[in-house]
């Protein structure tokens, strides 16, 4: 599977965006789908996890409330809906597949196959 970030942009604080996470190349039954970012001079950090089949959800407390992780079975995507962004969101967000327990879904150690990042700035 190959997983392609998109959707990432330049908003003020308060605004909204929307990312997505294609997958090509087969399908992500029985993975989970982990978006992730990292700012600079930062470790990457855990943001919001979704099991493709079934319906766990995770979110760091960061940014709980603000987004909203959803999955679309016909378009093989994985959405983050992103709104009151705050200057502190701006980072390279990153998607990523694992098979790991649920429990261990915020390692991103964990993960085996990521896409490219997408930018995503706040301006204050």
């Known amino acids: 599977v190959q997983l392609q970030a998109s959707g990432g942009g330049s908003v003020q604080a308060g605004g909204s965006l929307r990312l997505s996470c294609a997958a090509s190349?087969?399908?992500?039954?029985?993975?989970?789908v982990g978006w992730f970012r990292q700012a600079p001079g930062k470790e990457r950090e855990f943001v919001s996890a979704?099991?493709?089949?079934?319906?766990?959800?995770r979110y760091a407390d960061s940014v709980k409330g603000r987004f909203t992780i959803s999955k679309d079975y016909a378009k093989n995507t994985v959405f983050l809906q992103m709104n009151g962004l705050k200057p502190e969101d701006t980072a390279i967000y990153y998607c990523?597949?694992?098979?790991?327990?649920?429990?261990?879904?915020?390692?991103?150690?964990?993960?085996?196959?990521w896409g490219p990042g997408t930018q995503v700035t706040v301006s204050s």
């Open positions: 190349g087969g399908t992500l039954n029985s993975y989970t």
């Open positions: 979704i099991r493709w089949s079934g319906g766990n959800i």
């Open positions: 990523a597949t694992t098979r790991i327990v649920w429990s261990e879904i915020g390692n991103h150690y964990r993960y085996g196959t």
